[in-house]
């Protein structure tokens, strides 16, 4: 737990810790993930004595909720589409990009 955190941190830092380890993270990367995510909270609420530029203007780890995560994927790969197209009997299916693979399943 943080230095200089009071009984609300400490409830949230063990919520985040659960959480993760109920996600399949390791101890020790749950915690890593509780700690930075009640620091940024600290440091958002004026909390702590330091604070990052990011820290402090970007949006909440709790608002965000994961809106970042897997920010570039690009949805199914073409091998899945064209394993896909071969279930569904597509004609064609293996001259096609992905792009037009996803067209012809209807994506």
């Known amino acids: 737990m943080p230095r200089g955190s009071n009984a609300k941190r400490e409830r949230q830092y ?3 810790k ?3 380890k109920d ?3 390791s101890e020790e990367r749950a915690e890593e993930i509780a700690a930075r995510t009640v620091n940024k909270e600290r ?3 004026g909390e702590s004595r330091t604070a990052s530029r990011t ?3 970007d949006m909440s780890s709790s608002r965000r909720g994961g809106l970042r995560s897997h920010s570039g994927s690009g949805g199914p790969t073409r091998d899945q589409l064209y394993n896909e197209a071969r279930q569904r009997g597509v004609k064609g299916r293996s001259n096609m990009t992905k792009a037009q693979l996803a067209k012809a399943l209807g994506r």
């Open 18 to 20: 659960d959480s993760a």
């Open 43 to 45: 440091a958002r609420s």
């Open 23 to 25: 996600r399949g993270e």
């Open 55 to 57: 820290s402090t203007k």
């Open 14 to 16: 063990e919520h985040i």
